[in-house]
T-cell receptor
Framework: TQLLEQSPQFLSIQEGENLTVYCNSS?????LQWYRQEPGEGPVLLVT?????EVKKLKRLTFQFGDARKDSSLHITAAQPGDTGLYLC?????????????FGDGTTLTVKP | NAGVTQTPKFQVLKTGQSMTLQCAQD?????MSWYRQDPGMGLRLIHY???????DQGEVPNGYNVSRSTTEDFPLRLLSAAPSQTSVYFC???????????FGQGTRLTVV
């Protein structure tokens, strides 16, 4: 079983601060996805990264895939209360686990106004 | 677009009762899956299907059955509910295994 460890588990910050959350594994992934989940809702995809070293930006969110494709980070600039939610990473590998995605346990982010 | 629709949204069962959680998608996705989400444990895969007539077990299949008679529908059956099955259940679909997953809104199940 591929394990994805996310850190920190909980993060509470003030509006306007920057933050980074991490997703680490000992496995190499073909692709890695980041999702955001709001209370009472299902996760919604933010981004998919597939190339080692890839950086993708989505407004104030910056996603990076590690060179070895074993880890990823999500950086939020000038966080806003609307960024509050559970951030999940999910990785898949075509060669193992039949390509199914494995989810991390998530980082719960609270942005206070 | 409806996307992935799950029903019911909330359910309370007594220990030993059985029930079916419904899931339907209108995106013509071949891959569908069921997860349970518990505090601090992320999403754990219960069962999945790569197409109509094909299902397989995930990480935590015990106590659950699935079937996939059509591309659109993927119901999850609890055979004899136990308190350990209290959880939030999510159905998801994607174009292919490991691809972008579209999730339903979830079913919050309590077994007493």
């Amino acid at each position: 079983t591929q394990l994805l460890e996310q850190s920190p588990q909980f993060l509470s910050i003030q509006e306007g601060e920057n933050l980074t959350v991490y997703c680490n594994s000992s496995s190499v992934f073909s692709s890695l996805q980041w999702y955001r989940q709001e209370p009472g809702e299902g996760p919604v995809l933010l981004v998919t990264v597939v190339t080692g070293g890839e950086v993708k930006k989505l407004k104030r969110l910056t996603f990076q895939f590690g060179d070895a494709r074993k880890d990823s980070s999500l950086h939020i600039t000038a966080a806003q209360p609307g960024d509050t939610g559970l951030y999940l990473c999910a990785g898949s590998t075509l060669s193992t686990n039949a390509g199914k995605s494995t989810f991390g346990d998530g980082t719960t982010l609270t942005v206070k106004p | 677009n409806a996307g992935v629709t799950q029903t019911p949204k909330f359910q309370v069962l007594k220990t030993g009762q059985s029930m079916t959680l419904q899931c339907a998608q209108d995106m013509n996705h071949e891959y569908m899956s069921w997860y349970r989400q518990d505090p601090g444990m992320g999403l754990r895969l219960i069962h999945y299907s790569v197409g109509a007539g094909i299902t397989d077990q995930g990480e935590v299949p015990n106590g659950y059955n699935v079937s996939r008679s059509t591309t659109e529908d993927f119901p999850l059956r609890l055979l004899s509910a136990a308190p350990s099955q209290t959880s939030v259940y999510f159905c998801a679909s994607s174009y292919y295994v490991g691809g972008e997953a579209f999730f339903g809104q979830g079913t919050r199940l309590t077994v007493v």
